[in-house]
């Protein structure tokens, strides 16, 4: 079957089907395989639990709604979504069996289902949005597109949507009144005054408009049309042709509010539980793993050359406040550590100073750092004064990295830039990066980097002297 725009929804209740057959045929897996002993509660009740498992899943979607079927999501969203949506059914699948009082008697039954829908249904969603993006290619599932407006902010969403089929996007061309644009466009379709005939003669689902403010006239015009023959319509702000990046729209009771960047971390919960996380994590690392790292690590530095082995150095921190930062002494005392950043073959160093730099094992002692509330796990790398005084004056968006906790590890390092920064494009380059992370911020993308970490770890970096 095919579905064209008038069956399009159809797509997105087969999905909510598919959820419901892994989520039914998962729980009737795995209360077959750990038998009587962990199901019999179940089996004297199977037909309401049933019933109950499938309203909590249509309760949870209230949470977590369908996205997999929008024109763009990323997989690393779609990982994220499935964890919370089954997270979410799941407590209350477990908060309704205790008022029935069998959520005690199948507590192995409900941690051994979760971790299987947790994994299955994953690999569900990340199976049909694939598949969609392959139906997609093939020309189906599309949404006819005009764009109206010519300029910067017209060709930019133009050559967005064409990057890829898989977004379903049908561009059939542009409206504009400079005449002259005629030939260098990819697909000239008329002037502004003509969009209304085509739209209506080609079924048009989605009309898009980059026209300045000054055509009010125009815009208005176009918007109640749209309105009026139910085709929705975008507006591109033209902002956007001094500000490339996306705006966030926020409301002061009537009033819109465009603001620079989304933070994730602003939210109380967020910021909550990546504190939450960095306490449990750093107290797990410096209980298990730091006190025989302290000991064998402090004696090779010990070996190697005198002087202590914690080195402490004033960093950037917080709101651009002052911290100081813990590490293993990777080099020989010396008068130029807090103006001269380390290079390749540096003379400086040791050779377990070398070793512990290329294994990231140097940063252990940060976990300090953590627990002390000046650091978290992952987040943008603490710079020394001198390079925060020097970049902040060269790179716009230097001091935006200090809007949240510096990190032991960060997206910019697990990305390739990591070590000596020899050029002004490297230090925005490694900028640029950390502002993605903060705008980009999600428990499951800090669990990445630390993941990537731990891997550099084993591998060693290049990078990293």
């Given at each position: 079957?095919?579905?064209?725009?008038?069956?399009?929804?159809?797509?997105?209740?087969?999905?909510?089907?598919?959820?419901?057959?892994?989520?039914?045929?998962?729980?009737?897996?795995?209360?077959?395989?750990?038998?009587?002993?962990?199901?019999e509660?179940?089996?004297?009740?199977?037909?309401?639990?049933?019933?109950?498992?499938?309203?909590?899943?249509?309760?949870?979607?209230?949470?977590?709604?369908?996205?997999?079927?929008?024109?763009?999501?990323?997989?690393?969203?779609?990982?994220?979504?499935?964890?919370?949506?089954?997270?979410?059914?799941?407590?209350?699948?477990?908060?309704?069996?205790v008022?029935?009082?069998?959520?005690?008697?199948?507590?192995?039954?409900?941690?051994v289902?979760?971790?299987?829908?947790?994994?299955?249904?994953?690999?569900?969603?990340?199976?049909?949005?694939?598949?969609?993006?392959?139906?997609?290619?093939?020309?189906?599932?599309?949404?006819?597109?005009?764009?109206?407006?010519?300029?910067?902010?017209?060709?930019?969403?133009?050559?967005?949507?064409k990057?890829?089929?898989?977004?379903?996007?049908?561009?059939?061309?542009?409206?504009?009144?400079?005449?002259a644009?005629?030939?260098?466009?990819?697909?000239?379709?008329?002037?502004?005054?003509?969009?209304?005939?085509?739209?209506?003669?080609?079924?048009?689902?989605?009309?898009y408009?980059?026209?300045?403010?000054?055509?009010d006239?125009?815009?208005l015009?176009?918007?109640?049309?749209?309105?009026?023959?139910?085709?929705?319509?975008?507006?591109?702000?033209?902002s956007?042709?001094?500000?490339?990046?996306?705006?966030?729209?926020?409301?002061?009771?009537?009033?819109?509010?465009?603001?620079i960047?989304?933070?994730?971390?602003?939210?109380?919960?967020?910021?909550?539980?990546?504190?939450?996380?960095?306490?449990?994590?750093?107290?797990?690392?410096?209980?298990?793993?730091?006190?025989?790292?302290?000991?064998?690590?402090?004696?090779?530095?010990?070996?190697?050359?005198?002087?202590?082995i914690?080195?402490?150095?004033?960093?950037?921190?917080?709101?651009?406040?002052?911290?100081?930062?813990?590490?293993?002494?990777?080099?020989?005392?010396?008068?130029?550590?807090?103006?001269?950043?380390?290079?390749?073959?540096?003379?400086?160093?040791?050779?377990?100073?070398?070793?512990?730099?290329?294994?990231?094992?140097?940063?252990?002692?940060?976990?300090?750092?953590?627990?002390?509330?000046?650091?978290?796990?992952?987040?943008?790398?603490?710079?020394?004064?001198?390079?925060?005084?020097?970049?902040?004056?060269?790179?716009?968006?230097?001091?935006?990295?200090?809007?949240?906790?510096?990190?032991?590890?960060?997206?910019?390092?697990?990305?390739?830039?990591?070590?000596?920064?020899?050029?002004?494009?490297?230090?925005?380059?490694?900028?640029?990066?950390?502002?993605?992370?903060?705008?980009?911020?999600?428990?499951?993308?800090?669990?990445?980097?630390?993941?990537?970490?731990?891997?550099?770890?084993?591998?060693?970096?290049?990078?990293?002297?």
């Open positions: 079957m095919k579905f064209g725009k008038k069956h399009g929804y159809l797509i997105h209740w087969l999905m909510g089907v598919g959820d419901l057959v892994v989520l039914n045929s998962l729980f009737f897996i795995v209360y077959s395989l750990l038998g009587p002993y962990y199901t509660a179940i089996t004297s009740n199977l037909r309401e639990i049933i019933l109950l498992l499938n309203f909590c899943y249509f309760f949870a979607l209230y949470f977590v709604p369908l996205q997999i079927h929008m024109s763009i999501v990323f997989i690393e969203k779609i990982v994220q979504r499935a964890f919370l949506l089954v997270t979410t059914l799941i407590f209350l699948f477990s908060t309704c069996l008022f029935l009082n069998v959520g005690d008697v199948l507590a192995t039954f409900i941690v289902f979760y971790i299987s829908l947790l994994l299955f249904f994953t690999l569900w969603r990340v199976f049909v949005r694939l598949t969609l993006k392959a139906y997609r290619r093939r020309g189906y599932n599309f949404k006819r597109i005009i764009i109206v407006g010519a300029g910067k902010n017209g060709m930019d969403i133009y050559r967005v949507m990057d890829d089929l898989a977004y379903g996007f049908n561009v059939m061309g542009f409206f504009d009144d400079n005449i644009l005629k030939d260098a466009l990819p697909n000239y379709l008329g002037m502004t005054d003509q969009v209304e005939n085509f739209a209506l003669m080609n079924d048009v689902d989605e009309i408009c980059t026209l300045p403010g000054t055509h006239d125009k815009i015009r176009l918007l109640n049309f749209s309105e009026k023959h139910m085709i929705r319509f975008y507006i591109v702000p033209e956007y042709r001094n500000i490339k990046k996306g705006l966030i729209m926020e409301v002061m009771e009537s009033v819109p509010l465009l603001t960047r989304r933070e994730p971390l602003q939210a109380a919960y967020n910021r909550a539980l990546k504190r939450g996380f960095d306490i449990v994590f750093s107290i797990g690392v410096l209980l298990l793993v730091y006190p025989f790292l302290y000991l064998i690590v402090g004696f090779l530095i010990k070996l190697s050359s005198p002087g202590p914690i080195f402490k150095q004033k960093r950037t921190g917080l709101y651009g406040q002052e911290f100081e930062c813990y590490k293993f002494r990777t080099m020989r005392v010396n008068d130029k550590a807090d103006v001269q950043q380390a290079v390749k073959n540096d003379p400086r160093k040791t050779r377990i100073g070398d070793f512990l730099r290329r294994t990231n094992l140097d940063e252990f002692p940060q976990f300090i750092n953590v627990l002390k509330g000046n650091m978290s796990v992952v987040g943008p790398r603490p710079h020394m004064l001198k390079h925060t005084e020097q970049y902040s004056a060269l790179i716009d968006k230097y001091m935006v990295r200090h809007l949240v906790k510096p990190g032991i590890t960060g997206w910019s390092q697990v990305t390739g830039y990591r070590g000596e920064t020899r050029t002004l494009e490297q230090m925005e380059g490694r900028v640029k990066r950390d502002v993605w992370y903060i705008e980009n911020w999600s428990f499951f993308l800090d669990l990445k980097i630390i993941i990537v970490t731990v891997l550099n770890i084993f591998r060693g970096e290049k990078n990293a002297y």
